[in-house]
């Protein structure tokens, strides 16, 4: 599995507040089968700024712990950006793409996607990068109007959903939209957005929930094979198939006709 939403770097967010804090919950990780973690603290202007060889040194010192406890896990530099206006120039200054992609994790204000979203996404998918959106439930117009999460998609912008709202961690409208969100298609990655605040687990939980509703295929997707391929380079469909638990051929009818209709 790969993690592609954590705040696992101490010291540096509103995450983890220790070194040791993090190692034992990377540990943790590492035993339950995730191979590769993205460590994606909060960029926000004013309230978490850095630079980027600040970060880097915070990240080599916990990448080296990591190596000399001896746990396997491939942690990767990553970035929660806020996204606001002119933010194209720290992306850029600072690189904070995850890994060596293109990809970037973004995040807005959770009472709506403001007016100016898309007037501040535009220029950065124009320069090149491939923004994903992080927890895409929790926001209040997406959980007034899920389809909403559909249109981000098809003007190219990514959907990750985060484990713990599909538990209810977040309440029951939260879980509601983050379940719409897998079942429709609209998501292509289910991460833990872990604060070492309360156990992994829920992530471990979520991917069984979904082995257990749905099928081991959508799994696989959502927590393995899309997650890799922001380092892989590899390209990532914006929809996968809407989940349909009995009505397959309806499916198939209904691509025919899109391929006809358009
Ligand atoms: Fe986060």
């Not at 950006?81 to 933010?87: A, E, K, S, V």
């Not at 898309?118 to 124009?126: C, D, M, Q, S, T």
């Amino acid at each position: 599995m790969v993690d592609i939403h954590t705040h696992l770097l101490p010291n540096i967010d509103d995450g983890s507040k220790s070194l040791d804090d993090s190692l034992s919950q990377i540990s943790l990780m590492a035993e339950g089968g995730i191979s590769r973690a993205y460590l994606t603290s909060h960029y926000f202007r004013g309230h978490f700024q850095y630079t980027r060889s600040e970060y880097d040194d915070k990240f080599n010192l916990l990448v080296n712990e990591v190596i000399k406890a001896g746990i396997d896990i491939d942690l990767q530099p990553g970035f929660e950006i806020y996204l606001q206006p002119g933010i194209l120039s720290d992306i850029k200054q600072h690189n904070l793409t995850m890994g060596k992609s293109n990809y970037i994790l973004l995040e807005s204000d959770l009472n709506g996607l403001p007016s100016d979203f898309y007037n501040n996404i535009y220029p950065l998918l124009r320069a090149g990068y491939k923004p994903i959106l992080a927890h895409a439930e929790r926001y209040v117009s997406i959980m007034q109007k899920p389809s909403r999460a559909e249109d981000l998609i098809h003007r190219n912008i990514y959907i990750q959903t985060s484990a713990g709202s599909l538990l209810g961690l977040y309440g029951e409208k939260v879980k509601s939209t983050a379940w719409i969100l897998v079942n429709k298609g609209w998501t292509h990655f289910i991460a833990s957005d872990d604060h070492l605040r309360g156990k992994y687990y829920s992530y471990f939980e979520a991917k069984n929930k979904i082995e257990e509703v749905i099928d081991n295929h959508t799994a696989n997707l959502l927590f393995y094979l899309y997650p890799s391929c922001i380092d892989n380079g590899d390209y990532i469909p914006y929809e996968y198939v809407e989940v349909h638990h009995s009505h397959h051929h309806q499916h198939h009818k209904h691509s025919l006709l899109k391929r006809i209709f358009g």
